[in-house]
């Protein structure tokens, strides 16, 4: 080969044996071992390929001489010299990421004091980009700065419990890899705190932060860096001293709390100048603060500027699901109504039984650029809705962005009356429609409805599990029939528009012949 461009060839190496891979391909990594050892135009793309990506520390104990002890852990048995780690050096600069996995710990502890003896200048992976350490041995942790490098860019850690040793570790990681972009950390809890906070104020090109609770110098550094793309973090009830600032309008920032009550309290001394917020909940208060929804208007710089929230509860009893004192009203979700420019809007964790017809409306005329919505639909809850068809429909009207819906309505008519919905409420955009476990009629008259409404809709999904609660089966099974149904219906609608549309263009034919 004469002429050739390495990039290509990488490129192709790739396509054999992809280094990103969910599975380990042998097959693949077997043909592209034979391909290193074809040529020396092949070889070193060839081994750029097989190490880019690892699972594991064995490969560099194996190819410098170590070997498996009784226990099938790696480990050097003799000490490395000039030429071993020379040869180590030449596979380490062709790593990009590394992942350190909780159920192959297969190297002995010894490795990685062996590793931090590393001779040469400069860190061991140099061009290591991506480190998922999601081991919890309390051994390997005083030895990850050997791994974080100036290139490192992701960095993820799963400690299962924190200890002195790991805390001093990760808070001295910032001097290592100044230039971090993404770090995740989603298991910190109260006792990491201080080492969290320390390693977060010494990052400054941060775009994703993913952790648990930090320290008030810490969450104002990360709540001010203006790459900052995502933020995640748990909030603390130790009061603040002083109003805390989110100044990144374009970041989505993801607060974890234990209730909502405890997120109103946090909210009294916060400003938001964002325009994606999600409040995570691990469950709900005996009864949902009143003016809940009033507070966070009120902690919002630009209430219009919001185009993103959702309310998101984790656990949700079954006492929940008929918890009267839970359920919100049109009265508390009023504020909702001058967050104009939201496009999406989820609050399916919460019970919206109490919302009206006419709410429904006023919402879909402040918000008419929703693409997304979500009202009641993710539980079983078994408060009956105010909300009905009209409301649906008049929803349809205005937001004619819709792709999704989620929405805990009464799909049920009067017997005595015919149900017509209006033609400018068809909404062929909306490809997935949930109901949670919404009251239902008879399930072909809500066929002949919801085929007419939602056209792109091949399946209604509800939230009803079978067996139990068992006042909600007959609902299952309602919605199950709706479901057997629904792509003959929407089947036959779509022929028949495709028949008239036929009929009227060859009557336009025929007048024009004439």
């Known amino acids: 080969m004469h002429r050739w461009i390495p990039e290509v060839v990488r490129v192709i190496f790739e396509y054999v044996y992809d280094p990103i891979r969910e599975e380990e391909d042998i097959e693949g990594r077997v043909t592209i071992a034979g391909l290193a050892r074809t040529s ?105 700065h050997c791994f974080c490098g100036p290139n490192l860019k992701t960095l993820k850690l799963s400690p299962v419990w924190w200890d002195v040793s790991k805390c001093v570790a990760v808070a001295s990681l910032a001097p290592s890899c100044p230039s971090l972009e993404e770090f995740l950390c989603p298991d910190a809890d109260d006792f990491s705190v201080h080492a969290i906070s320390e390693a977060v104020l010494g990052w400054s090109k941060l775009r994703m932060l993913q952790v648990g609770p930090m320290d008030e110098q810490a969450l104002a550094h990360a709540a001010s860096l203006q790459t900052l793309q995502e933020l995640h973090f748990s909030a603390s009830s130790d009061p ?9 309008p374009h970041a989505l920032v993801a607060i974890s709390v234990p209730t909502p009550s405890f997120f109103q309290a946090f909210m009294q001394n916060v400003h938001f100048s964002i325009q994606r917020l999600e409040i995570h909940c691990s469950l709900y208060d005996d009864s949902f603060p009143e003016y809940f929804f009033s507070h966070l208007q009120a902690c919002l710089v630009h209430p219009v500027e919001l185009t993103r929230l959702a309310l998101l509860v984790n656990r949700i009893s079954d006492e929940d ?36 017809d006419t709410f429904l409306k006023e919402i879909a005329l402040a918000c008419p650029h929703l693409q997304g919505l979500w009202l009641g639909d993710q539980h079983n809850w078994l408060t ?90 007959e609902r299952r099974e309602k919605w199950e029939t709706v479901n057997m149904w629904l792509e003959t219906f929407v089947s036959a609608r779509k022929e028949g528009r495709q028949q008239g549309w036929l009929e009227g263009k060859a009557e336009v034919k025929a007048d024009t012949v004439a």
């Not at 880019?52 to 099938?72: E, K, M, T």
């Not at 918890?323 to 609050?347: A, T, Y």
């Not at 008519?413 to 149900?419: E, G, P, R, V």
């Open 40 to 144: 020396r135009t092949f070889k070193d793309p060839a081994l750029d390929v097989l190490w880019a990506q690892l699972d594991s520390l064995d490969a560099f104990v194996l190819c410098s001489g170590g070997s498996r002890d009784r226990w099938n852990q790696s480990i050097w048995d003799c000490p490395l010299y000039d030429a071993d780690w020379r040869t180590l050096a030449r596979y380490a600069k062709r790593v990009r990421t590394l992942t350190i996995s909780p159920y192959s710990e297969t190297w002995h502890s010894s490795t990685m004091r062996l590793l931090n003896c590393f001779p040469l200048p400069g860190p061991f992976l140099p061009n290591l980009t991506k480190l998922n350490w999601l081991s919890n041995n309390e051994e390997y942790f005083p030895f990850l």
């Open 240 to 248: 603040r001293s002083s109003m805390l600032e989110f100044c990144t």
């Open 384 to 473: 009956a809705p105010l909300l009905t068809f009209d409301g649906v429909t008049s929803l349809l009207k205005c937001c004619r962005q819709l792709s999704c819906l989620g929405i805990f309505f009464d799909a049920t008519f009067k017997s005595d009356t015919t149900y017509v919905a209006s033609v400018d409420a068809v909404s062929p955009r909306i490809t997935e429609f949930l109901v949670g476990t919404s009251p239902i009629g008879d399930p072909v008259k809500v066929t002949a409805v919801l085929s007419f409404l939602f056209p792109s809709v091949t399946r209604i999904n509800h939230s009803i599990p079978s067996k139990f609660p068992v006042e909600l089966q």
């Open 321 to 356: 699901a008929s918890n009267e004192s839970i359920v919100l009203n049109s009265r508390m979700l009023h504020p909702l109504l001058s967050f104009k420019g939201l496009n999406h809007l989820d609050l399916g964790h919460s019970c919206t039984a109490h919302i009206d």
